[in-house]
């Protein structure tokens, strides 16, 4: 199985909107609803956004909101702010109780 | 409250095993759930290594399952990881973490991590 494609980075200004991609194939992302998405600041833990693709843990503010369509998922993150600048990083689940994380996007709040 | 904490080697040297435990507290392992390894190389992204199922089932990244044992023990309530013939491209940060597979489906809780380097 391969890593899932993510850009190296992504940014935006404090309270725009900012959008990352996932893309997979049809054995993984674009197969199953069981996309994640984890937020990890620099030396820390990954921490769980979003799970099953559209869904947050308690206590993640509504600003991050989750898609998909097709074999590409897409991390939304709305009215940035200086603490969202952290590493993301997408999983999906590949069948046969694989999984499979994406190369990891930094997003800089400019 | 659930918590997830790693032990083991911080050096090994190439061509040997490299040896993880990930100890389980706030929640009994008998109980059911999946337990993963994950690692991140310094700089880079994360890579699942295999999982394991309460009752022994384990899962495999096909691309390490040549040189990964996962095993639990229920009694101890803790799951293991060793990962042979290592070489420096093993060098990472390994975190064990709780796959829920009920609610989430995915990686809810996480090890704080342990750095292992593989280096003579």
């Known amino acids: 199985q391969s890593a899932l494609t993510q850009p190296p980075s992504a940014s935006g200004s404090p309270g725009q909107s900012v959008t990352i991609s996932c893309t997979g194939t049809s054995s993984d992302v674009g197969g199953y609803n069981y996309v994640s998405w984890y937020q990890q600041h620099p030396g820390k833990v990954p921490k769980l956004i979003i799970y099953?693709?559209?869904k947050r843990p308690s206590g993640v503010p509504d600003r991050f909101s989750g898609s998909k369509s097709g074999n590409t998922a897409s991390l939304s993150v709305s009215g940035l702010q200086a603490e969202d600048e952290a590493d993301y990083y997408c999983?999906?689940?590949?069948?046969?109780?694989?999984?499979?994380f994406g190369g990891g996007t930094k997003l800089t709040v400019l | 409250q659930v918590q997830l904490q790693e032990s083991g080697p911080g050096l090994v040297k190439p061509s040997e095993t490299l040896s993880l435990t990930c100890i389980v507290s706030g929640y009994s392992i008998s109980t059911g759930s999946y337990w993963g390894w994950i690692r991140q190389p310094p700089g880079k992204g994360l890579e699942w290594i295999a999982s394991?199922?309460?009752?022994?089932?384990?899962y495999f990244n096909p691309s390490l399952k040549s040189r990964v044992t996962i095993s639990v023990d229920t009694s101890k309530n803790q799951f293991s990881l060793k990962l042979n013939s290592v070489t420096a491209a093993d060098t990472a940060v390994y975190y064990c973490?709780?796959?829920?597979?009920?609610?989430?489906?995915?990686?809810?809780?996480w090890g704080q991590g342990t750095m292992v380097t593989v280096s003579s």
């Open positions: 394991i199922y309460q009752s022994g089932s384990t």
């Open positions: 973490a709780r796959l829920e597979q009920v609610v989430t489906r995915a990686f809810d809780i």
């Open positions: 099953e693709v559209i």
């Open positions: 999983s999906s689940y590949a069948g046969s109780n694989n999984w499979v």
